[in-house]
């Protein structure tokens, strides 16, 4: 039997391939340079599932993320694992000794967000270098005999054979991301974890410029005792001023309370697409 196909936004030590491991047993895994490749290669067919980071706790959505997959490729969102982020500085220790030494500090810009309070107190004079992942960033340090340190978690440590010299650096505890898990193939989704609930995630297009339209958006979803956990307004890119909103919706699309705010939304002038609806699973 074919195995199951499984792309993520690489090279290994990622947290996305954290996730990925936290969640998959087994089946072929394959890392993705950017998460665009890598959202392609599952509309494309080239693999069966895509696992890609939407949003963490300290730095909020991966915009990248959202707009693709409401700009470029629409592929239902049929899974979602949450991670907790540590971040760590990691460096080669026979080109590295203390923080003073490093000249250069190499992440993912999500990842450089998380730790701007770190880098402004020690590493006020080190260059930042934005990398494609921080797996890619711990690989480049790997494969560097410059005083050059990345950001990344303890698997990039371990897999690129870095010394982490300094814990935990992010600004604020409790970070965590949320990734999204896409598929066309639904049925081939089998996560081994159990799901802690569902979610669903609407896209809405307001009908004009229209005095109060939010406010009567979110109250089809407040008469019905429907509760959200996010509410965001991404543009349409036609022109300032146009948005989407996208909202999450915590319970899955079921047959009366969420098919009543479509209809009742588009009855407004309101374009109602719903990307997914799916478990959420929290990996510990
Ligand atoms: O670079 C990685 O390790 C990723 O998996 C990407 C990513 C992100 O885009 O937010 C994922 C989790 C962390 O928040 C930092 C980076």
């Not at 590493?123 to 950001?151: C, M, R, W, Y």
């Not at 989704?189 to 669903?200: L, Q, R």
Request: glycine share 6%; hydrophobic share 40%.
């Amino acid at each position: 039997m074919k195995l199951t196909s499984i792309g993520y936004l690489g090279p290994k030590g990622t947290f996305t391939k954290l996730a990925v491991d936290a969640t998959f047993n087994g089946e072929h895994k394959e890392a993705f340079k950017t998460i665009p490749e890598c959202i392609d290669a599952v509309d494309k067919g080239e693999i069966d599932i895509g696992v890609v980071p939407l949003e963490n706790a300290i730095e909020g959505t991966v915009q990248l993320t959202v707009d693709y997959l409401i700009h470029q490729v629409r592929i239902p969102v049929v899974g979602e694992i949450v991670v907790p982020i540590q971040q760590h500085l990691l460096v080669r220790s026979d080109i590295v000794q203390k923080e003073s030494d490093i000249e250069e500090v190499h992440s993912h810009s999500h990842a450089i967000a998380q730790c701007h309070q770190y880098l402004h107190q020690n590493l006020h004079n080190a260059k930042i270098a934005f990398t494609s992942s921080t797996g890619k960033a711990a690989e480049i340090v790997s494969n560097s005999d410059q005083p050059i340190a990345a950001i990344g978690n303890r698997a990039a440590a371990s897999e690129y054979g870095l010394e982490i010299m300094k814990e935990n650096i992010h600004d604020y505890p409790n970070n965590h991301t949320r990734f999204l898990v896409l598929s066309h193939q639904p049925e081939k989704v089998k996560i081994k974890s159990e799901a802690k609930g569902d979610k669903t995630t609407l896209l809405i297009t307001l009908p004009s410029d229209q005095a109060g339209a939010l406010h009567q958006i979110l109250s089809a979803f407040a008469w019905r005792k429907l509760n959200l956990s996010k509410i965001e307004s991404r543009p349409t890119k036609t022109g300032l001023g146009n948005y989407f909103f996208i909202i999450d919706v915590n319970q899955a699309y079921d047959d009366v309370l969420l098919p009543g705010v479509k209809a009742e939304l588009e009855a407004l002038g309101c374009q109602v697409t719903i990307l997914g609806s799916y478990s959420v699973y929290d990996i510990l």
